[in-house]
């Protein structure tokens, strides 16, 4: 059975928002550890990002495994279900992107921060294989009712822009790294650090009992900030599963970062991994538009079929947790919530109906 869930920022990992997530009728939560987005308890993706979401203070703190079961009890009080965990912190892994001195360090932090996961009972630990990670994003009044949203449009950035030294994932992990910039990164360069990474990781995820999905890349764009991206296609993003066999092995499959991509048809996509079960959660969130221009739209607005997409769900027996992810902003005094009771309302009618 479908299980209807929500994601949580860091900021809003309190009982308030448990509490907020059990009235919309979710029963899982996906959390996210790094602070990145701004606002604090009202978290909005509608400001100017592009000189980085934030700074990361988390170097040498980790994942422990009191934090987790304390959170995981907290959650489990209001009768929800933690079902996985979004991204590493920047500070945790920036080596193991840029393949830098200290990667073999960093991977070790992974991995027991990986076994800190599984003893919590967390099943799934989601991760964005990116340098640039998101960027280019230009907010616009654009969803419907000039509700403010997210937009893309290439032609309103220079997309090549150079990432400054000391940042990753869009994200600051040093202030003192001094003047200078990322160096361009091939495509050949990318795939072997993920192979790699994923050499390293996955047999600890299957030992531990945790799956690693993977995001694919937001724009979809084959190359962004001078370094290139993994998952810009159906064809790359399917690329991952080549690599490895391992059941821990799988896709965060993001439908409308998926949708923003030029070529493919998401329905098939969809219909062929949720069949072979290769999908560890979805981001169930629409999309007007792709690349070079889209914007990010109201669950029933966008270009996608969610009905259609939801029957494709059931058909194969999914039983994986759907959360909206991302959301235009509604006009109240809490953008972000009202934004996402109106699309888990909306995902709770269409689950009901089918």
């Known amino acids: 059975m479908i299980k209807l869930g929500l994601g949580l920022y860091k900021s809003l990992l309190n009982d308030t928002n448990f509490r907020f997530a059990r009235q919309c009728g979710a029963t899982h939560l996906v959390v996210q550890l790094v602070d990145y987005v701004k606002g604090g308890s009202n978290p909005s993706l509608t400001r100017n990002y592009l000189g980085g979401w934030n700074a990361t203070q988390n170097q040498g703190k980790f994942w422990e495994l009191d934090d987790l079961l304390a959170l995981k009890k907290q959650i489990e009080s209001h009768g929800l279900t933690w079902a996985a965990i979004e991204n590493f912190d920047p500070a945790h892994w920036y080596d193991?992107?840029?393949?830098?001195?200290?990667?073999?360090?960093?991977?070790?932090?992974?991995?027991?921060?990986?076994?800190?996961?599984?003893?919590?009972?967390?099943p799934i630990l989601g991760y964005y294989f990116s340098i640039a990670g998101v960027w280019g994003w230009t907010p616009e009044p654009a969803g419907r009712g000039h509700a403010n949203s997210v937009v893309f449009d290439q032609s309103k950035i220079d997309p090549q822009t150079p990432i400054p030294?000391?940042?990753?994932?869009?994200?600051?992990?040093?202030?003192?790294a001094g003047p200078g910039r990322v160096m361009p990164v091939s495509h050949a360069q990318m795939?072997?650090?993920?192979?790699?990474?994923?050499?390293?990781?996955?047999?600890?995820?299957e030992e531990c009992g945790v799956r690693l999905v993977a995001h694919p890349d937001d724009p979809p764009l084959p190359v962004l900030r001078d370094t290139a991206r993994l998952f810009h296609s159906f064809t790359e993003?399917?690329?991952?599963?080549?690599?490895?066999?391992?059941?821990?092995?799988?896709?965060?499959?993001?439908?409308?970062?998926?949708?923003?991509?030029p070529e493919g048809n998401l329905y098939d996509l969809l219909d062929r991994h949720a069949a072979a079960g290769n999908i560890g959660y979805i981001h169930f969130r629409n999309v007007v538009g792709k690349v070079p221009r889209y914007r990010e739209a109201f669950v029933d607005e966008g270009d996608i079929d969610m009905v259609r997409a939801m029957r494709i769900l059931k058909k194969n027996n999914y039983d994986g947790v759907i959360i909206p992810d991302h959301t235009p902003e509604m006009s109240c005094s809490a953008p972000w919530h009202a934004g996402k009771a109106f699309a888990l309302g909306y995902m709770q009618g269409v689950l009901q109906a089918i």
């Open 96 to 122: 193991v992107l840029l393949d830098g001195p200290q990667k073999h360090h960093q991977i070790e932090d992974l991995k027991r921060m990986l076994r800190n996961v599984g003893k919590a009972g967390i």
């Open 165 to 176: 030294k000391g940042m990753v994932w869009n994200m600051t992990y040093d202030p003192n």
């Open 191 to 205: 795939w072997e650090r993920l192979r790699w990474f994923l050499g390293e990781m996955l047999p600890v995820a």
């Open 237 to 261: 993003y399917e690329r991952l599963l080549s690599l490895s066999d391992s059941p821990a092995n799988g896709f965060e499959f993001c439908m409308g970062t998926l949708q923003e991509m």
